[in-house]
């Protein structure tokens, strides 16, 4: 949403803000020439304002459109979203980490009981891992996203229940692959 809407309102908002953003008011959202479009804003650039101005509107629109579809779709106030937030790296040794890994490999499809013990086990191992920074951060200094945290790990080989539960738990939770 940071692409189009202005950061002041995107920026350490609630899930529920988020939610509940109306889309369709103007002061929400960026102006057009602000609006982040990637690579094409160089293409953009070179096209008269009388070409560039619809473009970017079309944009504005399909972004609109977008999260608004995906706000009804993911499952963003589901708990799935909320016990994925353990999985960050920097999140691992917080108190709530070890309940969300349980509560998380609880909520995936064909886990035990007993596997939810072993993935708890391996979490107390994890928990205790030195993590160097360079698996944490990016060459910019910037955390890495955790899905690409986890596909780096090579705590797969050592905790591969943990490591399902985490990339099972990253996919569930970036899309609702039994809702959409």
Not at 99 to 107: I, K, Q
Request: hydrophobic share 35%; aromatic share 8%; glycine share 2%.
């Amino acid at each position: 949403m940071n692409r189009f809407v202005k950061e002041d309102l995107v920026q350490n908002a609630s899930v529920k803000k988020l939610m509940d953003m109306d889309m369709d008011k103007k002061d929400n959202l960026l102006p057009l020439e602000d609006i982040k479009t990637g690579e094409s804003k160089t293409m953009l650039v070179k096209l008269g304002e009388e070409k560039r101005k619809p473009l970017l509107r079309d944009m504005q629109k399909f972004y609109t459109v977008t999260a608004d579809y995906l706000r009804k779709k993911l499952p963003l106030t589901q708990n799935v979203v909320k016990y994925a937030q353990c999985l960050h790296p920097e999140v691992r040794d917080e108190n709530t980490a070890m309940r969300y890994v349980r509560s998380l490999a609880e909520e995936m499809p064909g886990i035990t009981p007993n596997e939810v013990a072993m993935i708890c086990d391996e979490w107390k191992v994890y928990r205790v891992e030195k993590i160097e920074n360079s698996v944490m951060y990016g060459n910019d200094d910037k955390l890495k996203r955790v899905d690409h945290f986890w596909n780096e790990q090579k705590i797969c080989k050592w905790q591969p229940k943990v490591s399902y539960t985490a990339k099972t738990g990253i996919f569930i939770s970036m899309s609702n692959p039994w809702k959409c």
